[in-house]
């Protein structure tokens, strides 16, 4: 089955990071790979119902990798690919925006 993806690149972005979630795994992701553990404890209050599934999306959407060892216990790695990577201009400046704002707010 064909993926459809929408005529604007704004909606298709949004698509692909719309969930807040998605986009904090991101930031988290950009310093390099890491552990489920490891993206729980970083991305903040997520349930790992709400971790998993964020993550096989992501995944699916070819965002990022996963990476199963066998061992006992499983250890699993996520890995941003190029596409990944590529977000981060987006991410920064939503940085530089949130920055800003908060600086708006406190005068």
Not at 1 to 10: I, S, T
Not at 79 to 90: E, F, H, Q
């Amino acid at each position: 089955m064909e993926k459809v993806l929408p005529a604007c690149p704004v909606e298709t972005t949004l698509m692909l990071i719309s969930d807040r979630w998605k986009v904090l795994i991101l930031r988290d992701l950009l310093t390099g790979t890491k552990r489920f553990g490891e993206l729980k404890k970083s991305v903040g209050n997520i349930s790992q119902k709400v971790l998993t599934s964020n993550l096989r999306s992501m995944e699916e959407s070819g965002l990022l990798t996963r990476k199963v060892y066998a061992e006992v216990p499983p250890r699993v790695e996520y890995t941003l690919t190029g596409t990944g990577y590529s977000l981060k201009p987006v991410l920064d400046a939503m940085v530089e925006w949130g920055t800003q704002y908060k600086a708006q707010q406190n005068l």
